[in-house]
């Protein structure tokens, strides 16, 4: 499944928040980064199972789309600790 969200932070933040968010806060499924560039990241969970993060910085600020077929309730929740764009709450 594929997830998307707009946020006001830079790439490398988001980028950041994730590694940290898939390292703790998803004890039982962990994932850590396997491969990474300035704007993606590839992080590798229980059973080879794949994360892929793709950040692109426009006028509205930084979409984030993240991929997966294992991890998507935890991608829904690390994409909800993201502010969204815009301020709204």
């Given amino acids: 499944m594929t997830h998307e969200t707009t946020t006001p932070l830079a790439p490398a933040e988001v980028l950041s928040r994730a590694k940290r968010f898939f390292q ?39 979409k984030v789309r ?4 294992f991890f998507d309730q935890a991608v829904a929740r690390f994409f909800s600790t993201l502010p969204p764009a815009g301020g709204a709450a």
């Fill in 24 to 62: 703790d806060r998803v004890p039982h499924n962990a994932a850590f980064p396997e491969k990474e560039g300035p704007n993606w990241l590839v992080l590798r969970g229980q059973g080879g199972e794949e994360i892929a993060l793709a950040t692109i910085t426009g006028p509205a600020g930084t």
């Fill in 66 to 69: 993240g991929s997966t077929l």
